[in-house]
């Protein structure tokens, strides 16, 4: 097995550390994407839409604060700053009364105070160390998503390496993921085609579907709207790290458009199963097109030339 997985260009979990989230990352960067508010800062600065950040808490009696401050907000999400695989996060909605939703199950001011100090004491955060409770905008999903997510936001995922796309997906939620666009919890990955924008395969819990397992919609050729323009970003936010073998997860927004998420220096791996392709091939390709590693000059390249690079390697190696 492990044969013929190699012969279709399959990155594993040990070889992505040695040879890329090691490689070609600078570990002294790293916080710039563990923490979501360097993140956030950083594509501010870029002019790089990122959701908008309502409240914040870094003590415990700042938390105490959040419900008074969040009593009039129609919706939001509460969320650690040093957070990994979606852990942690909570979207809540206004009740009309005053009060909170998660779902359709009532959260008192006590619960979400709770919640927040958990997140401050590094209950979620990657190391166990203190963190930052995030308050931010809830973004909306697209209208030509909207039968595909099943109560919450889908996002996309693009790997981007040397400052190039070389494969992407997007996470749609379910009624077993909770709403959360997140894999491990029982999201759907598909697979997206870099040229064409559309939805290639599709798989939930590593097993290959067709259909949404709750709306019964088809999940292959869905086009992804604005996807040229996410490709774009992904690679800008990327940009700005100096890292370069990283994830960019956005959600497009149903007013806004792409607005980054997070960026994460140690994407997983089951994007491949959802594109039916391996990594290698692409990753190599764009090792042989760029030479020897120098971010100065591979960044001056226009962003619109790579993003043409990565969809022309990505065809190439479905060939």
């Not at 086009?223 to 800008?236: N, W």
Request: with cysteine.
């Amino acid at each position: 097995m492990w044969r013929a997985l190699r012969r279709q260009g399959v990155l594993g979990i040990n070889r992505r550390n040695a040879c890329y989230t090691l490689a070609a990352n600078d570990r002294s960067l790293f916080p710039l994407v563990d923490d979501k508010l360097e993140t956030k800062r950083l594509c501010i600065e870029a002019g790089i839409p990122v959701p908008r950040l309502l409240a914040e808490a870094r003590l415990h009696v700042e938390a105490r604060g959040l419900p008074e401050a969040l009593r009039n907000v129609e919706s939001f999400v509460l969320k650690p700053a040093r957070g990994a695989m979606g852990n942690g996060i909570l979207v809540i909605h206004a009740d009309g009364k005053g009060g909170f939703l998660r779902g359709e199950r009532l959260v008192s001011p006590e619960d979400l105070v709770y919640h927040a100090a958990g997140i401050i004491s590094g209950l979620y955060s990657l190391a166990g160390h203190h963190d930052v409770a995030l308050v931010e905008e809830c973004l909306q999903t697209h209208i030509l998503l909207a039968p595909l997510s099943a109560g919450g936001v889908p996002d996309v995922r693009v790997i981007v390496y040397r400052g190039i796309p070389v494969m992407a997906m997007t996470r749609l939620p379910t009624e077993r993921s909770g709403g959360r666009a997140n894999l491990h919890q029982g999201a759907i990955g598909a697979g997206i085609d870099l040229a064409s924008g559309r939805t290639l395969f599709a798989v939930h819990k590593n097993r290959s579907i067709v259909r949404h397992p709750d709306s019964d919609q088809p999940l292959v050729d869905v086009p992804i709207p604005e996807f040229e323009r996410v490709l774009e970003i992904a690679v800008r936010a990327t940009d700005r790290t100096g890292l370069g073998y990283i994830g960019a997860d956005m959600v497009v927004d149903a007013v806004r458009g792409p607005v980054i998420l997070e960026l994460n220096a140690r994407p997983g791996l089951a994007i491949q199963l959802a594109n039916r392709a391996g990594l290698r091939p692409r990753l190599d390709a764009v090792d042989r097109a760029l030479g020897a590693p120098d971010t100065a000059w591979q960044q001056a390249l226009p962003v619109a030339e790579r993003v043409a690079m990565g969809q022309a390697f990505s065809s190439r190696s479905a060939a």
